[in-house]
């Protein structure tokens, strides 16, 4: 496909929504096609799905399933079309967090979150892969008051998510790149725009 699609991870709090923003901003100044997008709720059905999936206490397996569904509706409507059209895609989350919070969080068996990944992307899989990284209380101090999040994971699931994320980029280095966000703000945008630039050729 002759796109370039580039997602941001990272736990709650880690950054990478701002620092997605920054690189968008930056593509777009050179005149380069962006599309920024978002998992879950990157499409109709996918707001309907986040809205469920945040507020509902359900099993780890109906978690996955739903995520799932949401991925599987927006690759087939927003980021595989974009791709055919030649844009760069830009996506706060997809697969990677499904292995991180369902595989390594809840503890569902890689296996299966790879297979369930593997249906659902219908193989599109990002160029590269960055994954923001900080201590979990420096991002729940970034995260503030506003979220109960933290409070109803608990730390506990939240290490272990890093920890499945520092883990999928020593299994597939060549796609995802571990970019500290615990410095400066500028420092990190400054990492993660040299990271893509290089990735896009620019
Ligand atoms: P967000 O606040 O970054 O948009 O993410 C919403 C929550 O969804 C966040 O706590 C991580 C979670 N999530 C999963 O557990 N599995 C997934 O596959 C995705 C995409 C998100």
Redesign the pocket.
Known sequence: MPGVFITFEGI?GSG??TMLQSVALKLQSLGLPVVVT????GTELGRAL?DL??THEMSPMA?LFL?AA??AEHVARVIRPALEEGLIVLS????D??LA??GY?RGLPLWMVRQVNQWATDGVMPKLTIVLDCEIAEARRRKGPSTD?FERDGEDFLTRVRQGYLEVARQEPERVRVISSSGPKDVTAELVWTTVASALNL
């Open positions: 709650d990478k929504t978002r998992e879950p709720g986040r999936v945040l978690e995520y949401d991925r706060d989350r997809y697969a967090a499904t919070y369902q969080g999040r």
